[in-house]
């Protein structure tokens, strides 16, 4: 059975940093897609970092380059994102999404690809951006 269970989530300033965490379980890490969606207060969730299937490369959408950076350890089982310099639109709920053999190498308008693309999400984790 596939889990993913995100923390590490809460407050943090304008400029600060905080990492959130994705423990998985049930499926093999290295044959499959993981993916960072955010879900801002009244709006769609969108994909922001991603690690692709296949050749393990790594995706990040225009908004966050340079301030997001994914990674992932196959010994621990854990997807990781850390957030530097986050900004007050980085506020929202971030959760974590699996999908056995998703190549993202090809994906153009979305470089992590869509909500549809991936089956299996974890419960989420708030993240608030303020002074």
């Known amino acids: 059975q596939v889990q993913l269970v995100e923390s590490g989530g809460g407050l943090v300033q304008p400029g600060g940093s905080l990492r959130l965490s994705c423990a998985a379980s049930?499926?093999?890490?290295?044959?499959?897609?993981i993916a960072w969606f955010h879900e801002a207060p009244g709006k769609e969730r969108e994909g922001v970092s991603c690690?692709?299937?296949?050749?393990?490369?790594?995706y990040y959408a225009d908004s966050v380059k340079g301030r997001f950076t994914i990674s992932r350890d196959t010994t621990k089982r854990t997807v990781y994102l850390q957030i530097d310099t986050p900004k007050p639109e980085d506020t929202g709920i971030y959760y974590c999404a699996a999908q056995r053999g998703l190549d993202l190498r090809f994906q153009v308008i979305a470089p992590c690809g869509r909500v549809w693309d991936y089956d299996s999400w974890g419960q989420g984790t708030q993240v608030t951006v303020s002074s």
């Open positions: 049930g499926f093999r890490l290295g044959y499959s897609a």
């Open positions: 690690i692709s299937s296949g050749d393990g490369s790594a």
